[in-house]
């Protein structure tokens, strides 16, 4: 009897473990990855005066997923696109506060969402990242 439950303990705690390598193994570890959109955009922006107001600025988007990253880097073209047109809504004025432009990173950060989403079927960005940021 005492060899009995001697076995069954020994095969019960092999097999636990093996169970504990598959699982192991079939959890897939995802890394975020950040994504350049390529060189600085320069645009103009609004302004009520007659003196020419200009926005340069690179921006990088952060993934879930670096895997992801070369459907994401397909759809850097409507990435700036969709970046230049909000920015060229703005008033120069409210663009030199940094709480407006936080809040521009944010509306920035929606409107890729739903882009990939429509592009590509894809909710991988997560964060959108101003690197340079200057108003003139």
């Known amino acids: 009897m005492l060899k009995v439950l001697l076995l069954i303990t020994i095969l019960v705690s092999v097999g636990g473990q093996s169970l504990?390598?598959?699982?192991?193994?079939?959890?897939?570890v995802k890394s975020s990855a950040y994504i350049s959109l390529?060189?600085?955009?320069?645009?103009?922006l609004s302004n009520e005066s007659r003196r020419l107001?200009?926005?340069?600025?690179?921006?990088?988007?952060?993934?879930?997923?670096?895997d992801a990253e070369d459907l994401i880097k397909t759809h850097i073209p409507a990435i700036r696109h969709k970046l230049?047109?909000?920015?060229?809504?703005q008033k120069a004025n409210e663009m030199k506060s940094s709480a407006k432009r936080e809040e521009i990173r944010k509306i920035a950060t929606a409107q890729i969402q739903e882009l990939m989403v429509e592009l590509a079927n894809s909710s991988e960005v997560t964060d959108v990242l101003?690197?340079?940021f200057l108003v003139q």
């Open 20 to 28: 504990l390598a598959a699982d192991e193994e079939e959890a897939v």
């Open 38 to 44: 390529g060189d600085a955009m320069v645009l103009n």
């Open 53 to 66: 107001t200009f926005l340069q600025l690179k921006a990088d988007v952060l993934i879930a997923d670096s």
């Open 84 to 89: 230049i047109v909000l920015l060229s809504e």
């Open 130 to 132: 101003f690197s340079s």
